[in-house]
C-alpha cells in the first residue's frame, strides 16, 4: 500500500502545475459586469497564459494588420469582449496535453469533460447557486476525471490494463482502476487537486464523484456525479468508461427527479456543450 | 457617387409614430457609382426595401460589407430578396469570428438555421460569393475600392472607406472611442495609454480628408456615462472625431432604440448651437435621404 502511494505521488509530481488565473479567468468571465483592467492583470501575472492569448489573436483567425506584442496590445485592439472569451477558451484547456496518450483520446476525453462541466453548471443554476458559484461549478466538472490524465501519462501500462478490462466486462473503471492500480482515477485526481491548491469543494468534488453514497452530502459532488451520468448517457465524448450508474436516493431527492427526468429538464445541453467545443478548437489553434 | 440611408436605427427596428421622420430600420447604406455599380454598407432591416427596389430591374450584381455581426447589422439579409432569384450576383464582404473560427459565410448559414427561419441559406438561388476580410485589407470593386479598419467595438468590427467616382466615404460601423483602462498612477496607466493614444490616431488618419463621414454617435455624453465599454460613441466625440480629421460632412447615425423625433430634433439644435463656430458640417442620418457626395 505504500508502495502505491508512493508511486502515485510520484506521478503527480510530474504533472505541470495550474496555473491560479485559469481559475481567475473563469470566474472573472461569468461576471457580465466583469473589470477589463482586472481580466488584464490576471492574464499579465501568467507568462503562459500571456504567451498563448498572443500567439492565437496574432494567428490567421483574427488577420490583424499588425503584430500584437503585449497584453495591453491585444486588450485596446480587441475590447474586453473578445478578449475575455479568447482567454475563458484558454483557460479551459490550459495546462493539459493535447495528443493522445496510453488509450485515452484526449479530443473525446476533453469533449466528456466539457459536457460534465456544462452539466454541472445548469444543475448548479437549477439549484439557484449564484454566477460565481456556477463557475465553480463548472470547474469542477471540467476537472473531474483529471487524475485519468495523470494515469495515462506517467502510469500508462497499467492504465492501459485497467481500460482494457472495464471495456472486456463493461465494468466501471474506477473499480477496474483499483485492480490494476491500486487506486481510482479519483483517488489520484485528488492527490493532484492538492499539489494544484485548488479550493477544497473543488478537490472534494475530484476525489468523490463516483463515491456520492445515498448522495445529499454534498451539492457540488451531487451535481458533480449526475452531470458525469447524464454525459455518459447522453454519449457526449468518452472517458474510458461508458457504464452510467442510476442516480441514489440522496441525489434524486435533491433535484426531485431521477437521471430521466434530469436530462428533459435539461434541453439546451447539446447545444451548450457544442458551443463548448470552440474550447478545444482554441486550445488546439494556440 | 452617392449614397442613401436605409437604416439609421441602432439595436433593434423601432418603428411607430415616433421614429418616422429619422427611420425605424436598423442599420443599412446603399452606394451607388455614378455608373449604377451597387454596394451596400451593412444589412439591417433597412436592406429589405432596397431588395425591392433591386428586384424591379434584376438581374442585379451587388457588394454587401458587413461592418461586424451583432444583430442589428445583419438582420435584414435573409429578406434581401435578390438573394433568393437565380442570376443575381452578390457578394458578401465581412470580418471573421476567431472565436468560433469561422468566417462570414457564417452570417447567413447560422441566422438561416432550422429553428430560426424557414429557408435555409443553402437554398438561396442567386449566385452568392463571401469574401472574410483581413485587417486593412483592399477591395477592388472596379467601380470603387473598399479599404477597412477595425474599429473598437464588444466584436470584430470594421470601419469602411469607399473611395468612388473620385470622393470618399467613411463608415465607421459601430465604433467607441478607444479609452484607458487604467488609472493615473496604475503602474501601466502610461503604457496602456499610448497603445490607446496610437489606435485612436491610426483612425484619425484613416478618415482624414474624407468627403463623407458616417459615425455611430449613438448616445448624449450622459447616456454615456453609464454605457462605457458597450462600444458607442457619443455625439460630441463623434464631432470631436470629425473635426480633428478634417472630414467633409458629417452624418451621426445608430440611432439609440428609444430615442423619438422631437428628441432627435431636440439634440441636432442644441448641436448646431453649441458647434456653431467649429469647423466641422454635420446632419442627423435620416432614413430615405439620399446624400450626392
Known amino acids: ?286 | 457617387m452617392r449614397f442613401r440611408f436605409r437604416g439609421t436605427r441602432g439595436s433593434l427596428p423601432a418603428p411607430g409614430p415616433d421614429t418616422v421622420r429619422y427611420g425605424g430600420n436598423t442599420t443599412c447604406i446603399e452606394v451607388r457609382s455614378d455608373a449604377g455599380g451597387l454596394l451596400v454598407l451593412d444589412a439591417g432591416t433597412g436592406i429589405r426595401e432596397l431588395g425591392l427596389d433591386e428586384a424591379r430591374r434584376m438581374p442585379i450584381d451587388c457588394h454587401v460589407f458587413i461592418s461586424h455581426t451583432h444583430w442589428d447589422h445583419i438582420q435584414g439579409l435573409p429578406f434581401f430578396v435578390p438573394l433568393f432569384v437565380p442570376g443575381n450576383r452578390i457578394t458578401i464582404y465581412g470580418p471573421p469570428d476567431p472565436l468560433t473560427m469561422t468566417g462570414i459565410e457564417a452570417v447567413l448559414t447560422k441566422q438561416m438555421e432550422y429553428p430560426h427561419f424557414p429557408v435555409r441559406a443553402a437554398e438561396l438561388l442567386a449566385d452568392i460569393d463571401y469574401e472574410t476580410l483581413r485587417d486593412g485589407q483592399v477591395v477592388d470593386l472596379g467601380f470603387a475600392t473598399v479599404s477597412n479598419m477595425l474599429m473598437n467595438h464588444p466584436a470584430m468590427d470594421f470601419g469602411f472607406k469607399v473611395a468612388c467616382d473620385g470622393k470618399t466615404l467613411f463608415f465607421t460601423g459601430d465604433h467607441e472611442p478607444f479609452y484607458n483602462i487604467y488609472e493615473p498612477g496604475d503602474e501601466d496607466y502610461a503604457d496602456y495609454g499610448k497603445i490607446v493614444d496610437e489606435r485612436n490616431r491610426a483612425i484619425t488618419e484613416f478618415l482624414r480628408g474624407v468627403d463623407a463621414f458616417i459615425i455611430d454617435a449613438q448616445y448624449t455624453e450622459e447616456e454615456y456615462a453609464t454605457r462605457r465599454g458597450w462600444g458607442h460613441s457619443t455625439f460630441e466625440r463623434a464631432l470631436a472625431l470629425a473635426e480633428e480629421a478634417g472630414v467633409g460632412r458629417v452624418y451621426l447615425t445608430h440611432h439609440e432604440t428609444t430615442r423619438t423625433d422631437a428628441e432627435v430634433d431636440a439634440i441636432l439644435d442644441r448641436l448646431k448651437r453649441e458647434w456653431a463656430d467649429r469647423r466641422v458640417r454635420f446632419d442627423m442620418a435620416r432614413e430615405g435621404e439620399t446624400v450626392e457626395v
Open chain 1, 1 to 286: 500500500m505504500q508502495d502505491v502511494k508512493k508511486k502515485l505521488l510520484t506521478a503527480v509530481e510530474k504533472m505541470p502545475a495550474f496555473p491560479k488565473s485559469v481559475h481567475q479567468v473563469l470566474k472573472l468571465a461569468s461576471d457580465i459586469n466583469c473589470p477589463q483592467k482586472e481580466l488584464v492583470e490576471v492574464i499579465k501575472r501568467d507568462p503562459v497564459f500571456t504567451l498563448k492569448i498572443l500567439r492565437l489573436v496574432n494567428s490567421a483567425y483574427f488577420g490583424l494588420a499588425r503584430e500584437i506584442t503585449s497584453i495591453n496590445h491585444a486588450s485596446v485592439y480587441l475590447g474586453l469582449n473578445t478578449l475575455k472569451n479568447v482567454a475563458l477558451g484558454l483557460a479551459a484547456v490550459g495546462a493539459i496535453p493535447k495528443a493522445n496518450v496510453a488509450g485515452l483520446d484526449m479530443g473525446a476525453f476533453w469533449l466528456h469533460s466539457l459536457a460534465v462541466a456544462t452539466a454541472t453548471r445548469m444543475l448548479g443554476s437549477m439549484l439557484g447557486v449564484s454566477r460565481d458559484e456556477a463557475a465553480d461549478y463548472f470547474a469542477a466538472g471540467l476537472l473531474h476525471d483529471i487524475g485519468k490524465v495523470v494515469f495515462a501519462l506517467y502510469m500508462p501500462v497499467e492504465f492501459q490494463q485497467a481500460l482494457a478490462r472495464a471495456a472486456e466486462d463493461n465494468s466501471p473503471l474506477h473499480e477496474a482502476e483499483a485492480e490494476s492500480l491500486g487506486a481510482t482515477h479519483a483517488d489520484i485526481g485528488a492527490l493532484l487537486a492538492e499539489k494544484w491548491n485548488l479550493p477544497g469543494p473543488l478537490r472534494n468534488a475530484i476525489e468523490r464523484h463516483h463515491d456520492v453514497g445515498e448522495g445529499g452530502r454534498s451539492q457540488l459532488v451531487d451535481c458533480v456525479f449526475a452531470a458525469n451520468q447524464i454525459s455518459k448517457k447522453l454519449a457526449f465524448g468518452a472517458a474510458g468508461d461508458f457504464s452510467s450508474t442510476p442516480l441514489p436516493p440522496g441525489v434524486e431527492a435533491r433535484f426531485a427527479l431521477d437521471l430521466e427526468g434530469l436530462i428533459k429538464e435539461m434541453p439546451t445541453l447539446d447545444e451548450e456543450v457544442e458551443h463548448a467545443r470552440i474550447f478545444i478548437k482554441l486550445g488546439e489553434a494556440s
